[in-house]
T-cell receptor, first 112, second 111 residues
Framework: DVKVTQSSRYLVKRTGEKVFLECVQD?????MFWYRQDPGLGLRLIYF???????EKGDIPEGYSVSREKKERFSLILESASTNQTSMYLC???????????FGQGTRLTVV | GQQLNQSPQSMFIQEGEDVSMNCTSS?????WLWYKQDPGEGPVLLIA?????ELTSNGRLTAQFGITRKDSFLNISASIPSDVGIYFC???????????FGPGTRLSVLP
């Protein structure tokens, strides 16, 4: 079975802190994605990566950056957390050229 | 950017009833995916559709890829309490590796 693991289920951070959300997949997938999920808005793509050290902006990249130093790991970074970044963050991975994405269990981030 | 609409936004049904929900787009997609998200968990893929007109089943679930390639529907037959959750559709076009998600349909099943 494909396994996508996010490092934390729940996080509480203070405004202005630098926040790291980690995601690891064990299926040697080329593609990895970060989404945020908010009520009534569905899943919105923040960043994605189709190879090591490659990254592409999604629909809402502002306030975020990403890092992909190894194929299996894709990190989402909030440079200076703000309260409007309180959300559920979902990581996903998939095979290049394939059309299916497999999700992690999500990280619920609260910024106070 | 591309957007997907899902209807209904939410629904309450009695256990044993059949459920139908759909997803529409202003753009053409080459792939439609249906996901279910249980409370507090990440979405899990239910059905993937790759060809216009395709009808695919997975147990009590049936999904179809619309002929116009701008819509898809998902049916659940004989609903049970564990069907509760949010159902998302997602589409992918020819131009990217990423997916566009709908806002979801929240399903509640009453005993």
């Amino acid at each position: 079975d494909v396994k996508v693991t996010q490092s934390s289920r729940y996080l509480v951070k203070r405004t202005g802190e630098k926040v790291f959300l980690e995601c690891v997949q064990d299926m040697d997938h080329e593609n990895m994605f970060w989404y945020r999920q908010d009520p009534g808005l569905g899943l919105r793509l923040i960043y994605f990566s189709y190879d090591v050290k490659m990254k592409e902006k999604g629909d809402i990249p502002e306030g975020y950056s990403v890092s992909r130093e190894k194929k299996e790991r894709f990190s989402l970074i909030l440079e200076s957390a703000s309260t409007n970044q309180t959300s559920m963050y979902l990581c996903a991975s998939g095979v290049l050229g394939n059309t299916e994405a497999f999700f992690g269990q999500g990280t619920r981030l609260t910024v106070v | 950017g591309q957007q997907l609409n899902q209807s209904p936004q939410s629904m309450f049904i009695q256990e044993g009833e059949d459920v139908s929900m759909n997803c529409t787009s202003s753009s053409i997609f080459n792939t439609w995916l249906w996901y279910k998200q249980d409370p507090g968990e990440g979405p899990v893929l239910l059905i993937a559709l790759y060809k216009a007109g395709e009808l695919t089943s997975n147990g009590r679930l049936t999904a179809q890829f619309g002929i116009t390639r701008k819509d898809s529907f998902l049916n659940i037959s004989a609903s049970i309490p564990s069907d509760v959750g949010i159902y998302f559709c997602a589409g992918q076009d020819n131009y990217g590796q990423n997916f566009v998600f709908g806002p979801g349909t929240r399903l509640s099943v009453l005993p």
